[in-house]
T-cell receptor, first 114, second 114 residues
Framework: AQKVTQAQTEISVVEKEDVTLDCVYE???????LFWYKQPPSGELVFLIR??????QNEISGRYSWNFQKSTSSFNFTITASQVVDSAVYFC???????????FGQGTILTVHP | DTAVSQTPKYLVTQMGNDKSIKCEQN?????MYWYKQDSKKFLKIMFS???????INETVPNRFSPKSPDKAHLNLHINSLELGDSAVYFC?????????????FGPGTRLTVL
């Protein structure tokens, strides 16, 4: 069985602060895929990043960066210099190798205050 | 030019009624999904179809019946609606039944059962 845990239910920061969203996963598969999705107040789900289990390189995209550590089964997400528009619910998710069944974490509500 | 569309966006109905939610994707994808997001924002997969064939059927009451007339459409029919069915239902699609591929989500349908 697969499981994703996002221990931080809610995070509140002031604009320009850096913030890290934690994600820990459990799986018995040796091959798997990890994702982050963003759900802004408007409600849609926006894909942010995909990572496979063999690629432990960290990734940076603008103010966003991701740290994948297989040894600790973690896939953390950092927003640098946060902005009000970053306010959203962020979901970490995991799929097995054979089919696209996304298992989501509980989500972290991020509020960025001006 | 919406990639994944759902109708209706909002659905308010009485307990015991039967209702349908429609989903269409114009991305040429082979695989489509239904997810349920409850009031606590928890997202869980319900069904998945690959080329009109059911491949994922989670533990969902049999009052829920997905139907895929062609690979661009996946509808969700719900019989005898209950209060607990109130949620946001998301349709998604991906290029093939492969866990590597990101899933593109529709805007969601907010179902309220009174």
């Amino acid at each position: 069985a697969q499981k994703v845990t996002q221990a931080q239910t809610e995070i509140s920061v002031v604009e320009k602060e850096d913030v890290t969203l934690d994600c820990v996963y459990e799986t018995r598969d040796t091959t798997y895929y990890l994702f982050w999705y963003k759900q802004p107040p408007s409600g849609e789900l926006v894909f942010l990043i995909r990572r496979n289990s063999f690629d432990e390189q960290n990734e940076i995209s603008g103010r966003y960066s991701w740290n994948f550590q297989k040894s600790t089964s973690s896939f953390n997400f950092t927003i640098t210099a946060s902005q009000v528009v970053d306010s959203a619910v962020y979901f970490c998710a995991l799929t097995p190798p054979s089919y696209g069944k996304l298992t989501f974490g509980q989500g972290t509500i991020l509020t960025v205050h001006p | 030019d919406t990639a994944v569309s759902q109708t209706p966006k909002y659905l308010v109905t009485q307990m015991g009624n039967d209702k349908s939610i429609k989903c269409e994707q114009n991305l040429g994808h082979d695989t489509m999904y239904w997810y349920k997001q409850d009031s606590k924002k928890f997202l869980k997969i319900m069904f998945s179809y690959n080329n009109k064939e059911l491949i994922i059927n989670e533990t969902v009451p049999n009052r829920f019946s997905p139907k895929s007339p062609d690979k661009a459409h996946l509808n969700l029919h719900i019989n005898s609606l209950e209060l607990g069915d109130s949620a946001v239902y998301f349709c998604a699609s991906s290029p093939r039944d492969g866990s590597y591929n990101e899933q593109f989500f529709g805007p969601g349908t907010r179902l309220t059962v009174l």
